[in-house]
């Protein structure tokens, strides 16, 4: 081989590595990259909304949890209200003393005499409302018990033994059903809980 067919052989090989790819290669390549991508975005997306329902479902729990418990606690601890001015009747546990509402009234534990006190359902929050004395009448605002990520969609104390020497120890079956107050997510989480307490103070004359 002389010289210049050397030369032309070179030249030959450097013209085959200069050739891009046609027009047909690339539809193909841009296709099985946008097929990639949307498959790739769509295990993204799903997982940010797993992620995004786990996180809500936590908080549906932590905050009926901690409701059910400082519910509880006070409940259990309610007195029997002699005047009648918390609770609506003399010598009555709660009000409702023997029926299912949304709302519950009770005089709270205190030395020397109690709080009347209230928990009730109000534009999807779960509310506490504690008066300055022993009287329905001087209720102050009621404050929010749930955060603002929680929805109550149903609030339900079944009060048992509530009245005045029924010769039942009052009993409060509380039900709470909430869901998640998002509109990112479809469906959205949900959670219904339920728990009974008896009331410690015995239920007796003095």
Partial sequence: MDIFSLKKFLKNINAEKSKGFTLIEMIIAIGIFSVLMGVLSGIFLASMKSQKHIVYTQSLIDNTNYVLDYMSRYLRMAQKDYTGDCVGREKDNFDPSNASSSVITFLDYKEGGGRCHQFLLENGELKERISADQTAANFEEAQSLTSDR???????????????????????????????DTEDLDPLPEINVQTTISQRNLDKEL
């Fill in 150 to 180: 929680v929805k109550i969609t149903n609030l339900q104390f079944n009060v048992a033994g509530g009245a005045n020497y029924d010769e039942k120890q009052p009993r409060i079956t509380i039900l709470i059903g909430a869901e998640a």
